[in-house]
């Protein structure tokens, strides 16, 4: 590995907890910034010739908090400009600062970073930027990137977010425990969100938002680092774990979308699930189940199963009436009825998500699960306009190509429009 | 004589390579232990999980505690092993020294072992 690489690698990882602490010194987000990136530069001009200081977040807090001031000072023009020399070697100081930034204080630090991009009066899509930009450190043009827009309109959008923060109160103080758990359920869902943008995207957008999916997951690894006995993160983490596993086979080569039934599980990342599982097995010792403890454990049945006729749809199907006590909304209900199916069978499920239309009429999946299952009930006008409609709300070419499929499918089978035709197949 | 080279580093830092950078640690690593397999020197060697999948059981209570996390919290983590046969120390430390070259970073313990079972796992 290049210098540039592993420093890359040390600056990116002790960014959260370094640019934490700065901002919890200078209260304000620019000016920690600004100092973070003058320590980043003179940790590029320093580490290639000393190696790597052992604690390189502390470091770059020290060097960091010195430059802010020497700026400070630079501009009021109060008093002479330190040595040089005097922040010059540093060696000696890592020992005591580390010690001074004991592991409470990191995770403060780094939760409040975390929290302050989750503003209530920030949009989804302003919130999840920052996060990136803030706390990833990703670049400007990469998060463009990932979101599909140019750089000038996400510039834009990050320096619009950051005013409205910087007008918010941002608390400083220590969080009480009910706090801090407040704190750890906002930063939860907005990492999920951060997840979801990069997980969501059709075949042809991957690569631009696989970063993404990539960077929730190292910062829910942050943050279970910190918070190392909450079974929610444990939930969380294990969640995107497991769903990001499959990303090597959602698609075929064409773009087309292939459904997890039909997946070659010999592509999926048997790390990720390994560190799921694993992560999953831990949480359920704290019985206290969640949210996102519980989808985990959905997707797990996914990933234990070595082929797709041996999922155990029961337990899944039981897992999401669990689900929906615990998070009711149309949308599990929905998910739910898939499980349903394969337990009860199509009319069953039918039954289920039937009264959620009035809820879900605008939503994609829904069309294409009732299409579905009035096709395996042999209602196939009425399949026809669903898949009609699935297509209309489709959100990528590949989803409207999936359900395109579906029917051709319907039209080989039955020819004649709205009528069976006996002895077809 | 056997010995044992501990991998510790920065779990952070490792978790923060690209995916390129980090098959390409591993390429290195396999054309290194690659070698060692043929001089019959290679013994068992895994990489663990990151430590946000640990669980320590403390036995210095009773009944034990079993908490979450890795057993010592450190700045750099135990994130995997190499048994190695060497004929001394310094053999041992040339074979870490390679296998540092491999992969810069971190620091690697070596430990002589006393007792080895290679054990039977079933497949």
Known sequence: MTDLAWIDAALTSARPQALGALLRYFRDLDIAEEA?????????????????????????????????????????????????????????????????????????????????CCHPDLPVTQQVALALRIVGGLSVK?????????????????????????????????????????????????????????????????????????EAIRLARLLLRLFQAEPEIMGLLALMLLQHSRSGARFAA????????????????????????????????????????????????????????DTDWTEIDLLYGLLERLQPSPVVTLNRAVATSKVSGPAAALAMIEPLGAKLSGYFHFFGLKGALLQQL????????AFGRAIALANTAAEAAHIRQHLDRLAQDHPAAGRVAAGSK | MLYT?????????????????????????????????????????????????????????????????????????????????????????????????????GAYEIRPISTFTTGALAE
Request: aromatic share 6%; proline share 6%; charged share 30%.
């Open chain 1, 142 to 214: 990469q998060i463009a990137r990932a979101f599909l827009v140019g750089d000038s309109a996400m510039e834009q959008r990050i320096t619009r977010a950051k005013g409205r923060i910087a007008d918010a109160d941002v608390p400083f103080e220590a969080p009480g425990p009910v706090e801090r758990a407040q704190r750890l359920a906002a930063v939860a869902a907005m990492l999920y969100l951060i997840f979801n943008e990069g997980y969501s995207a059709g075949p042809d957008a991957v690569e631009a938002k696989a970063p993404l999916c990539d």
């Open chain 1, 36 to 116: 973070f990136q003058d320590a980043c530069l003179r940790a590029l001009k320093t580490w290639p010739q000393k190696g790597p200081p052992r604690d390189p977040a502390a470091w770059l807090i020290f060097v960091g908090r010195n430059a802010a001031i020497d700026q400070t000072r630079r501009r009021s023009r109060q008093q002479a400009l330190p040595d040089e020399d005097a922040i010059s070697d540093l060696d000696d100081v890592e020992e005591p600062l580390a010690e001074r930034l004991d592991g409470a204080h990191y995770r403060d630090d780094v939760l409040r970073l975390l929290f302050i």
């Open chain 2, 5 to 105: 080279i501990l991998c510790y580093h920065s779990e952070e830092a490792v978790g923060a390579w690209s995916k390129d950078e980090d098959d390409a640690v591993m390429t290195k690593l396999a054309a290194v232990q690659e070698r060692l397999h043929a001089e019959g020197r290679l013994g068992p060697v895994a990489r663990l999980v990151p430590t946000t999948a640990a669980t320590t059981l403390r036995k210095d209570s009773d009944p034990p505690l079993v908490l979450d996390g890795p057993y010592a919290e450190t700045k750099e983590q135990l994130l995997g092993f190499y048994v190695i046969e060497a004929d001394s120390l310094e053999h041992v430390l040339d074979t870490a020294r390679e296998l540092g070259r491999a992969n810069p970073g």
């Open chain 1, 254 to 309: 064409d773009g087309s979308i292939v459904l997890l039934d039909d997946q070659d599980r010999g592509l999926w990342n048997r790390e990720m699930i390994v560190e799921g599982l694993a992560l999953i097995d831990k949480a359920v010792r704290h019985r206290r189940p969640g949210p996102y403890q519980v989808q985990a454990a959905i997707a797990a049945m996914h990933a234990r199963a070595a082929r797709a006729e």
């Open chain 1, 378 to 385: 042999g209602r196939t006008a009425e399949a026809r306009e």
